[in-house]
């Protein structure tokens, strides 16, 4: 998908320099490709989005603010894909569900009725339990976290 995308942006209390090695450590934590261009750069961020996954590109900049520097990512293009493995188990899941509901009206699913509710069940624990969302929102925590590591190393290090 192209288009216009949201910006991202967090304030942190770092010089910009500071602030851009924080972006390439977390990039490189988070398996991103960070390219540095004078003061920013261009991040390649691999997201995750409920059964969906894929990568957002887009320009970061570092702008000196008030009390140290503002971060700001803003998205160019980003590209999703569906989990096809996630999506034939919740197929499954909802195939067992609908044998457990159906036993009421068709008397002679009742043997059965338990095997479908493990499989509902089973989908629910395998995929929805475990869906979790990651993208330049996180990130850009992420970067704040980083900057927070490294004061405490510093803090450490006197």
């Known amino acids: ?50 059964i969906r996954r894929g990568l957002v590109t887009g320009a970061v900049e570092i702008r000196p603010a008030a009390e140290g520097s503002r971060v700001v990512f803003r998205p160019e293009t980003s590209i999703y894909y569906v989990q096809t493995a996630a999506v034939m188990i919740l197929l499954v899941a909802v195939a067992g569900a609908l044998l457990t509901l159906a036993w009421p009206f068709f008397p002679e699913l009742l043997p059965v009725a338990p095997f479908g509710a493990l499989l509902a069940l089973g989908g629910w624990f395998l995929v929805v339990s475990r869906l979790r969302t990651s993208g330049p929102d996180e990130f850009l925590v992420a970067v704040a976290a980083t900057e927070d590591a490294g004061e405490d190393e510093e803090d450490a290090g006197e």
Request: charged share 25%; net charge negative; proline share 4%.
């Open 1 to 50: 998908m192209t288009g216009t995308l949201a910006e991202h942006a967090i304030e942190l209390e770092l010089s910009p320099e500071k602030a851009l090695s924080a972006v390439s450590r977390t990039a490189e934590d988070w398996g991103a490709e960070f390219q540095r261009d004078g003061s920013g750069g261009r991040l390649n961020l691999p997201v995750v989005a409920g």
